[in-house]
């Protein structure tokens, strides 16, 4: 190269990868070139400092293909350093890997195009339109906008449940095959209008009552309803379509809703099952129709049985069950079942910036809803009309709880202020007082507050335990 053509320093390092010995080196953002793979031309230019024989960092490299000029080069490593600090921290861990992964695969791209406008645009998109991504998605996801319209009252709902033990999902000796096909043939495929695609599962194959998601019926239009009746020699399935209806008022808190069937000869039953019993590691089983792939079962186990979901838990009172089974679109409303045939929960939701994140709405609150739909035709909210604030150990021995609840875990809730046209002062609640048990249940959270208020709502005048100036005390609440 002559003298008139030569260029500074760092001009000629700036930008090149390393030319001669092959590198192996993963950079945090992209990753270099190796020999093989460069024109003769370029194995020419040397990539190394001209002083010290070193490398360029990858601050230089990266911004580079951005911004042209000695001084970004100059300040690479300052930029470099910046850059994580003002964007990283709005986002999560999974799209700061999926941002990582874009860029890296980017990289061809900004070695050839070196345009500040268009490389910086990439980033800008990549960095911030993926901020506009929902984490949590309920499943369906592709729903229209309209949304059916439920009515204010409805009558109660007469839910029969005369069933005959030997047709339940959970009958006591059957082989894994036979407890399997009992399973699957529980289970609905659920069509709505001609877009909406979920599942749901059969509570009651005498009368024909299933359960659903409340979003997966939630658009106007007919529902249909399929289920299989048999199983040929070959193991296809045999299946029939018939019309449904909804029965009651479904509940959008709980996502939760009840069909009747006008049909569903050849089908099993499966019993409600505890969901408290819960814990981390036990198997469950996962039924539906993802993706329009018909009666898919899928395993895992429970990765957290009380997953607490802002928005979600805020609302209804209930933690979601976490599990790594597979759970994608067209699972929701299907059942989740233990081992034994029990269904232990509603497939509802999945996190969409992640792997094996499933969620669905527990057993427990599952009949908690059938029973409010047999005694009032809905589920309502209830409100008792207070702000509490939740105690630890050191607080609740301050605010005079009983050891045996303390070492029971059972804190309390401290009320911090009573709405003067709440239930909570018709019943004579004050500011200090501590609430300490539910029917002789005692209290540690609010969200487990809730459920037991809406547990012991349908069944009558509820007992509250109570703490008012270090003496327990007794006051009732009507149950409707």
Partial sequence: MSASRAKPSWARTACRPRSRTRSSRVWPLVRMSTASSMSRSSRRR????????????????????????????????????????????????????????????????FCVVRDVSFALGLIVLVAFGYLFVDELGKLPIDMPEAARAYPETAAPVKIPFKLDPA????????????????????????????????????????????????????????????????????????????????????????????????GCEGTFWAPIGDSDVLRH???????????????????????????????????????????????????SGGPLFTRGGALIGINSMKRTDGENLGYARPANLVETYLVYLSHYGAMPKILLGVEVSQMDDEMAATNGVPASYIKAGDF???????????????????ADDVLLAVNGDGVYDVHQFKRLLYRHTPHGAMKLTIIRDGQLQTVTVSGN
């Fill in 281 to 331: 590691g036990d198997l469950v089983t996962a039924i539906g129709h993802p993706k329009g792939q018909f009666w898919t079962l899928t395993e895992g186990v429970v990765s957290q049985p009380r997953r607490k979901m802002e928005g979600y838990t805020d609302s209804s009172g209930w933690e979601m069950i976490q599990v790594d089974a597979a759970i994608n679109s067209g699972n």
């Fill in 412 to 430: 309390g809730l401290l009320i911090k202020t009573v709405m003067p046209d709440g239930k909570a002062a018709s019943i004579g609640l004050k």
């Fill in 46 to 109: 040397s990539p190394t400092n001209q002083a010290t024989g070193s490398p360029p960092s990858p601050g230089g490299f990266f911004f580079c293909f951005t911004i042209r000029g000695r001084w970004a080069y100059t300040h690479r490593n300052t930029i470099l350093l910046l850059f994580p600090f003002c964007i990283f921290p709005l986002l999560s861990s999974g799209e700061v890997i999926m941002i990582m992964k874009i860029l890296r695969a980017l990289y061809g791209v």
């Fill in 167 to 262: 047709e339940s999902t959970a009958l006591a000796g059957l082989t894994d095959a036979q407890r399997t096909e009992r399973m699957l043939r529980s289970t609905i495929m659920v069509v709505t209008g001609e877009r909406a695609l979920g599942s749901g599962v059969i509570i009651d194959n005498k009368a024909c009552y299933a359960v659903t998601n409340e979003h997966v019926i939630g658009i106007p239009g007919d529902i249909k309803v399929s289920y299989i009746t048999r199983f040929r020699e070959d193991g296809s399935a045999i299946t029939k379509t018939v019309d449904a209806e909804i029965m009651g008022i479904p509940s959008k808190d709980n996502d939760l809703a009840l069909l009747k069937l006008s």
